[in-house]
């Protein structure tokens, strides 16, 4: 089955800076690449993903980048503010189905 | 406007108990899914649905079963509670696609301890 490695499992970054989360999968089949963001006592909540026919999405402040090659994919968070602490996950599918893999989860804060 | 519901937020159970955790959802989704969230370790999935009456294992179904008896509902069920157990558990449902994943929507969670 699919396996999927996620870093850093803290990151913490003034606000203003930017943000950079890591994964890898193993699945070369996978080609669906979502993120969820998880605030404090709250659902996992889907804020981007992409396909492995693209290799970069962006939603204003946020961006998904993806190498198909490698087997990596990155979120990217520019001009952070406060509100954007959270703990978020990625996720992938693996080859063939709809259930998803999830990393360990990166709780990032950004501190004023 | 609430899409997946789990019937509880907070339950307290006993050793050997045998638990049962509900969700419900509204988006005549065909997929439905049961993981557990643990610190440090992420989510981890305990069984998944693609269809009434169609079950099948995550990647740790130990101590668990499942029953979909109508497409909108979804129950976990805990033979025999034990400490272990004690965990976050997240619902969630998703369209079925033939073309791979697809995202999911989450249930609120039901955090459960067992003493």
């Known amino acids: 089955g699919e396996n999927v490695e996620q870093h850093p499992s803290t990151l913490s970054v003034q606000e203003g800076d930017s943000a950079v989360i890591k994964c890898t999968y193993s699945?070369?089949?996978?080609?669906?690449f979502p993120w969820y963001k998880q605030e404090l006592g709250k659902r996992p909540q889907l804020i981007i993903d992409?396909?492995?026919?693209?290799g970069e999405k962006k939603d204003q402040r946020i961006a998904v980048t993806l190498n198909k090659t490698a087997k990596h994919f990155s979120l990217h968070i520019t001009e952070t503010q406060p509100e954007d602490s959270a703990v978020y996950f990625c996720?992938?599918?693996?080859?063939?189905?709809?259930?998803?893999?999830f990393g360990t989860g990166t709780q990032l804060k950004v501190e004023l | 406007d609430v899409k997946v519901t789990q019937s509880s937020r907070y339950l307290v159970k006993r050793t050997g108990e045998k638990v049962f955790l509900e969700c419900v959802q509204d988006?005549?989704?065909?997929?439905m899914f049961w993981y557990r969230q643990d610190p440090g370790l992420g989510l981890r999935l305990i069984y998944f649905?693609?269809?009434?009456?169609?079950?099948e294992k995550g990647d740790i179904p130990e101590g668990y079963s499942v029953s979909r008896e109508k497409k909108e509902r979804f129950s976990l069920i805990l033979e025999s509670a034990s400490t272990n157990q004690t965990s976050m558990y997240l619902c969630?449902?998703?369209?079925?696609?033939?073309?791979?994943?697809?995202?999911?929507?989450f249930g609120s969670g039901t955090r459960l301890t067992v003493v």
């Open positions: 992409i396909r492995s026919n693209v």
């Open positions: 699945d070369s089949a996978s080609n669906y």
């Open positions: 969630a449902s998703s369209l079925w696609s033939g073309t791979g994943g697809v995202g999911y929507t």
């Open positions: 996720a992938a599918p693996g080859g063939g189905g709809n259930k998803l893999t």
């Open positions: 988006m005549d989704h065909e997929n």
């Open positions: 649905s693609y269809d009434v009456k169609m079950k």
